[in-house]
DNA sequence: GTTTATACATGATGGTCGTCATGTTAAAAT
DNA sequence: ATTTTAACATGACGACCATCATGTATAAAC
């Protein structure tokens, strides 16, 4: 049975969306094409007609989702607070690509990589509004930095099967970050962060 | 044919060695048990002596290369420097596999799940010792949140395929997180962290 | 030296999954 | 209203892979 033009549209959107959210779950490849078409509505057999493969799915999802990413409102903390959630670790279904997909993507060539790569730089430009910084450049590296060490503390977190550590995690690492962030004010007020006292 | 005690002893640890090269490289999925046992030098039939599945696989080569991890020696700066590297970036299958697999090992339960725990547990105890800090409270924040920096920085870097952006994670996070731990000893010269000047 | 136990090679098996061929039905086009 | 087109359901195909059964040759035990 054929179906209406806006159907076909809606159909689209929501076998790009179930399989963002699968990928995001279970990973690219132990996720089948049969259960994102049956998550979307449909038949394993009709996806030939929306992606002329798997692969161009995978890329199709990512560049997607990553679109869609809302721009970071209020500053830092307040980026950070949401982001180093408990919540958020526990929904990677409906989480931060990045966090959820970035290291899988690494063994992809092409789109997919490339998605992730813009999605980075992008992600990079607008933290780099919303740190504390005096300089774009010492704005950008705190950018660079805070991404890296959010991203890198949700996987952590994720991964810890003992509460206590996983929770540690998140608070910890958004408390370091808050302090960062006030030092770095204190050092740049100082004249130069060379100036700080010599470590060995 | 049977083979020695010594070489049985040796094959273990060869395919203990090569699965957590592949894994590291490749992802626990899309590695196959014939491959591991081909890269062993030994055929595919042969693995079931050893382990019972490659489930069990998947959980002693993670806990033997996670145990097998050196200490960091000298200060955070030096460890940051060498961890952050393009090299270690090249280097997914004989790097940290704590970057190459915590990502994955999420989606594991069991015995993978807690030996990555134990893992990122013992990393943090690890690197409290060698970041700047004046508390033990700080030192284990400061270890927390530049572990969580280093294994984010990564994997950003390792997805960048625009090598320029990819190079200038990895050294941005590294003046970074410098800049952070001198900050730090400054800030608490100055008598707290929450002395420090005011942001909105 | 003979026997026994076992590590491993070879090959088979069953299940899973990506992909595609075909048929049917309903939307578009005329 | 009729014809045409296209979306999708059903089912099949072929490849891949984890696992296992069997045979064999050699180390270990006696």
Chains 1, 2 share one sequence.
């Not at 209406?4 to 996720?31: D, H």
């Not at 990512?62 to 949401?82: E, K, N």
């Not at 279904?93 to 992730?116: D, H, Q």
Request: with cysteine; glycine share 8%; net charge positive.
């Amino acid at each position: 049975m054929k179906v209406s033009r806006e159907q076909v549209a809606e159909n689209r959107r929501t076998i790009l969306k179930a399989a963002s959210r699968l990928f995001r779950e279970r990973g690219y490849e132990s996720v089948t094409v049969a259960e994102i078409m049956k998550a979307a509505g449909l038949t394993h057999g009709g996806f030939y007609g929306y992606f002329a493969s798997k692969d161009e799915l995978i890329a199709g999802a990512l560049a997607d989702v990553l679109s869609r990413r809302p721009d970071p409102t209020g500053d830092l903390a307040d980026f950070a607070a949401g982001y180093l959630s408990a919540a958020h670790r526990d929904n990677r279904a409906g989480g931060c690509p990045t966090a959820a997909l970035a290291a899988e993507t690494i063994r992809l060539a092409g789109e997919p990589r490339t998605a992730m790569t813009t999605g980075v730089k992008r992600q990079i430009t607008r933290l780099s509004r919303i740190v504390p910084g005096e300089t774009d450049v010492q704005k950008r590296r705190a950018a660079i930095g805070s991404w890296a060490a959010m991203v890198g503390a949700m996987i952590l977190a994720r991964v810890s099967d003992d509460p206590a550590l996983s929770s540690e995690i998140l608070e910890q690492t958004q408390s370091w970050l808050a302090a960062k962030a006030k030092d770095q004010g204190c050092a740049t007020r100082l004249g130069r962060v060379s100036r700080g006292p010599s470590r060995k």
